[in-house]
């Protein structure tokens, strides 16, 4: 639930910004920001992702776009959290281990030692019930983490690698670019475009 708490409020936050400056704004740069977060949301569901798009592009005004991203961010956070109360009591733990700490160096073996679950079973158990492999998602969350952090600071990609935790920057560009498509810099000239 807490990071439900977060994204409304950053959303409220993101309008509050937007509606301050909008007549100097470009409101096809709203409309992208918005869309970055529904692809997020979306979890690689193409039909869901096109309907999303499809609702923020009819909408004509702040007020109506904002509503548009409540009604996403609203079914979005009840199905995580049906999927997350479907897991076992460990995965749980873990996950929500990962978002509190992704920061931290973490593993299947060190997190085996910290649940005190053997690490080759804990693996095989998070590929079953969360679909991907243990490493696949704290990638994924972590490089989710940059591209926010990418969209709404000027902070140089050796910081954000660094609080995204990751302290090899090959390691952190390769893992981007296989995530986005893009390296993080490329990824912050698109979303500024």
């Not at 090959?170 to 986005?180: C, D």
Request: aromatic fraction near 12%; charged fraction near 25%.
């Amino acid at each position: 639930m807490q990071e439900k708490e977060k994204t409304l409020t950053w959303l409220d936050n993101f309008f509050i910004e937007w509606e301050s400056h909008l007549y100097d704004s470009d409101p096809h740069q709203v409309i992208r920001v918005l869309s970055e977060v529904a692809l997020m949301m979306s979890e690689s569901d193409p039909e869901q992702l096109l309907t999303a798009i499809r609702r923020l592009d009819g909408a004509a005004t702040p007020c109506e776009l904002k509503q548009t991203m409540l009604e996403l961010i609203h079914p979005f956070f009840d199905r995580k959290q049906h999927d997350d109360n479907s897991k076992s009591p460990i995965i749980q733990k873990i996950i929500s281990h990962v978002t509190e700490h992704f920061k931290e160096g973490m593993s299947l073996k060190t997190l085996g030692a910290k649940f005190h679950i053997n690490a080759v079973y804990l693996g095989q158990l998070f590929q079953k019930e969360a679909g991907v492999h243990f490493t696949d998602y704290l990638n994924q969350y972590r490089v989710n983490h940059a591209k926010e952090v990418l969209m709404t600071t000027k902070q140089p990609v050796t910081a954000i690698a660094e609080e995204s935790g990751y302290t090899d920057m090959a390691y952190f560009y390769r893992q981007f670019k296989k995530y986005t498509g893009y390296t993080p810099n490329g990824f912050r000239k698109k979303a500024k475009v």
